[in-house]
């Protein structure tokens, strides 16, 4: 008995904890300065640790995206997602009844997209040493409600095989983006979530 108590107590503080955290948020702590070096690039100085994980677009929400495409540059197969005007999500390019709980889960991954560390990019950056150039693996792009829209290019693996190098927008730095989301991503392309009926 004493222990239901106990372990009651403690899932009442946890519930309590994590309240105070989604509703106070979390800031991004501001990274080092590098310096800015052509061996910069090749140097652990060159990356930041964060400690935890950080979203690539800490302001986006799934309300914001008006569509999304999806693209495999090296198959040629992509997939594209519109939010009607009810809200709901449509695949006009797919045949068939579109699985809206995959639609939600993909707009869901762009906008929690995690990433731990970046490279600067410098001058002399080579794009090819990560596979982003001259052609990146894969393309994701979001179109917002406002107009304004958001490209995220997918290169290589790390050695680790834990994260993509990714390019965003004008952004001047290579994020490694943590490999689970992208190959989530990814295979949204080849198998696009249209919902099986009878």
């Given at each position: 008995m004493r222990n239901r108590i106990t372990l009651l107590g403690l899932l009442v503080v946890f519930i309590i904890l994590a309240a105070l955290t989604a509703l106070t948020g979390q800031q991004e702590p501001t990274p080092p300065d590098v310096p800015a070096t052509a061996?910069?690039?090749?140097?652990?100085?060159?990356?930041?640790e964060m400690g935890s994980l950080l979203r690539i677009f800490p302001d986006l929400r799934?309300?914001?995206?008006q569509a999304i495409r999806l693209e495999d540059l090296s198959s040629g197969e992509q997939l594209t997602l519109v939010r009607a005007e009810d809200g709901r999500w449509t695949a006009p390019d797919l045949e068939g009844e579109l699985d809206e709980t995959a639609a939600r889960?993909?707009?869901r991954t762009l906008v929690l997209l995690p990433y731990a560390r970046s490279i600067n990019i410098l001058?002399?950056?080579e794009f090819e040493t990560y596979d982003l150039a001259p052609t990146p693996r894969l393309m994701f792009q979001i179109l917002k409600v406002d107009g304004s829209s958001h490209v995220i290019a997918?290169?290589?693996?790390?050695d680790s095989g834990a994260a993509y190098y990714t390019l965003v927008d004008e952004r001047d730095e290579i994020f490694e983006t943590e490999r689970g989301p992208?190959?989530?991503?990814k295979n949204q392309i080849g198998t696009p979530p249209i919902r099986l009926t009878n």
């Amino acid at each position: 008995m004493r222990n239901r108590i106990t372990l009651l107590g403690l899932l009442v503080v946890f519930i309590i904890l994590a309240a105070l955290t989604a509703l106070t948020g979390q800031q991004e702590p501001t990274p080092p300065d590098v310096p800015a070096t052509a061996e910069a690039e090749l140097t652990p100085e060159a990356t930041f640790e964060m400690g935890s994980l950080l979203r690539i677009f800490p302001d986006l929400r799934v309300l914001d995206i008006q569509a999304i495409r999806l693209e495999d540059l090296s198959s040629g197969e992509q997939l594209t997602l519109v939010r009607a005007e009810d809200g709901r999500w449509t695949a006009p390019d797919l045949e068939g009844e579109l699985d809206e709980t995959a639609a939600r889960n993909i707009a869901r991954t762009l906008v929690l997209l995690p990433y731990a560390r970046s490279i600067n990019i410098l001058p002399d950056t080579e794009f090819e040493t990560y596979d982003l150039a001259p052609t990146p693996r894969l393309m994701f792009q979001i179109l917002k409600v406002d107009g304004s829209s958001h490209v995220i290019a997918i290169g290589g693996l790390l050695d680790s095989g834990a994260a993509y190098y990714t390019l965003v927008d004008e952004r001047d730095e290579i994020f490694e983006t943590e490999r689970g989301p992208v190959d989530f991503l990814k295979n949204q392309i080849g198998t696009p979530p249209i919902r099986l009926t009878n």
